[in-house]
C-alpha cells in the first residue's frame, strides 16, 4: 500500500522535470514505497507526451490539466494521490538521495501535527541570472538563521517547493485558495497553523533550485506579495499580519526605508529609481561588488512590495498611517 505521494505541479519546464524525475529513482527509500504525482498544467512543451510514454521504477501517476495556475495543479495532485503524506516537490528543485528519508525522519512514527519544511539550496555550477541569485541568498539567509536557532519556522516559510505534512490536513483545510498566483502557499500555511500543526525545518531535506526567471516576472513578484498581504490581513482573518509588516518596516535598511518613504505612490520618480537600481546592479555586477547588487535589487524588491501594500489599502496616505 502507499502511504507516501510526492506530488510535483509543473509547466513548461521539461528538461528540468526530467532531472527532477531522474533524481527521485535514487531516493534511499525505495520507489516501491511511494508514488510521484505530476500534474501537468497545461504544459505545450512536449511534457504531456514524455510523462505518458516515460518508462521509470517509478510509480509514477501523471495527471494533466488545461492551464489553471499552480495552485490548481497542487490541489489537483493532492485530491489524486493515495499516499497519507504528501511532499510537496517543484519540477525546478532536484531532490538529493536522503530528501525523503529526512522528511520521514522528522515527522516520526506517525504523520501527525507536524508540517516539514526542507531547504532548497543554491547548486554549484548552475549560473543564476543576478536578481535570482539576490532572491536566493535571501532564502538562505532564513535557512541560517532557523538552523542557527536564531528564530523557529513559521507558516511564513512554508515554500511549496519542499515541504510535506499529512493529506488529510490538506483536506481539512481545503487546500490551496485557487484565487492566488503567488504567495498562495504561505495563505494556506496560515490556516494550517491556525488548525494547530507544528513547523518543523529540517535543513538535511535538501533539494537544490534550479531557479530561473525573468527580471519582468521577478519584479512584479515583491508587488503581488504585498497586495497578498493585505488581502490575507483584510480577508482572510489573518489579522496579525499587516502589523507585523508594518512593525517590521522599521528595522529595514535605512536606505531602503528611505527609498520607500521617498517614492511611494509617486510614479515617476519610482520609475526613475528603479531604472537607477538596475542600473547599479548592473554595473555591481559587472564589477564584482556584491554589495552594490545586493542593495540595488533589495531596493528594488522592497520598493515594489510597499508599493502594493499601499496600493491595496488605497494608497500612500493609507500605508503611511499604518507606520
Not at 525546478?92 to 536522503?98: A, G, L, M, R, S
Not at 535589487?297 to 493609507?318: C, P, V
Request: aromatic content about 10%; charged content about 25%.
Amino acid at each position: 500500500m502507499i502511504s507516501i505521494s510526492f506530488v510535483i505541479p509543473t509547466y513548461n519546464r521539461l528538461e528540468r522535470l526530467k532531472q527532477v524525475l531522474t533524481a527521485l529513482e535514487t531516493q534511499t527509500v525505495p520507489c516501491s514505497a511511494f508514488e510521484v504525482v505530476v500534474v501537468s498544467d497545461g504544459s505545450n512543451d512536449g511534457t504531456d507526451t514524455y510523462l505518458r510514454d516515460l518508462t521509470t521504477p517509478l510509480q509514477l501517476r501523471p495527471i494533466f490539466q488545461p492551464n489553471s495556475g499552480v495552485a490548481a495543479a497542487r490541489n489537483n495532485g493532492f485530491r489524486h494521490a493515495q499516499g497519507e503524506l504528501i511532499v510537496f516537490l517543484d519540477d525546478d528543485v532536484e531532490p538529493t538521495p536522503n530528501l525523503l528519508a529526512e522528511h520521514l525522519r522528522a515527522h516520526g512514527d506517525c504523520f501527525d501535527r507536524s508540517v516539514v519544511l526542507g531547504p532548497m539550496l543554491t547548486p554549484q555550477n548552475f549560473a543564476m541570472k543576478p536578481w535570482v541569485a539576490w532572491e536566493q541568498e535571501m532564502l538562505m539567509k532564513q535557512y541560517r538563521a532557523m538552523e542557527q536557532g536564531e528564530w523557529q519556522p513559521t507558516a511564513r516559510q512554508f515554500y511549496t517547493g519542499n515541504t510535506s505534512l499529512a493529506r488529510r490536513h490538506l483536506i481539512d483545510s481545503g487546500g490551496f485558495d485557487e484565487r492566488f498566483r503567488r504567495a498562495e502557499d504561505v495563505e494556506l500555511a496560515y490556516r494550517l497553523a491556525k488548525q494547530g500543526l507544528n513547523f518543523i525545518f529540517n535543513s538535511a531535506a535538501i533539494g537544490y533550485h534550479y531557479a530561473d526567471r525573468s527580471f519582468r516576472s521577478w519584479i512584479e513578484i515583491p508587488y503581488v506579495y504585498g497586495r497578498n498581504d493585505v488581502i490575507f490581513t483584510r480577508d482572510k482573518a489573518q489579522d496579525w499580519l499587516l502589523p507585523k509588516v508594518c512593525s517590521e518596516f522599521h528595522g529595514r535598511n535605512l536606505l531602503v526605508r528611505t527609498l520607500v518613504w521617498l517614492c511611494l505612490s509617486r510614479q515617476p520618480l519610482t520609475d526613475s529609481a528603479l531604472l537607477g537600481l538596475r542600473m547599479a546592479a548592473d554595473t555591481g555586477e559587472r564589477l564584482g561588488s556584491k554589495m552594490l547588487s545586493r542593495f540595488a535589487h533589495s531596493g528594488m524588491f522592497n520598493l515594489r512590495y510597499y508599493q502594493g501594500i499601499a496600493d491595496e489599502l488605497g494608497g500612500r496616505k493609507q500605508f503611511l498611517a499604518r507606520l
